[in-house]
């Protein structure tokens, strides 16, 4: 999955969340590219998170760049995300906000790969 759809994913699924955190004072920091590394490469691990981690790229793939399927999977994708645990979350979270080419980017990219790998 390209980062590029996995940016338009997340921004449909965490617009609402934003909205929220925007109230929310205690709003999680943005992780470094270290602690983003170690987050998301945590789930290679566990076998239950990579099969979340797997559906969940899949049905991404899926919706690609329709509006109307990403609403549709809203609720799914927030589920994978909830088995994936919140330091899984936040860390994609911070991955996905990073700019191009910037170390939490790079760090994202990178066990993003690792976790893609394991899906096959």
Known sequence: MSKFHAA???AFLLAPAVAYAAED???PPKLSAADIKKNLEAATSDPAKVKAYCAM???MDE???DEKKAEAAGNEI???FKTLGEDFENA???GQDAADGSPEAKAMDEAIAGLDAKCK
């Open 8 to 10: 338009l994913i997340a």
């Open 57 to 59: 790229s899949k049905k």
């Open 63 to 65: 919706v690609g760049d």
């Open 25 to 27: 004072e205690k709003a």
């Open 92 to 94: 994609w979270d911070s």
């Open 78 to 80: 927030d589920g994978y």
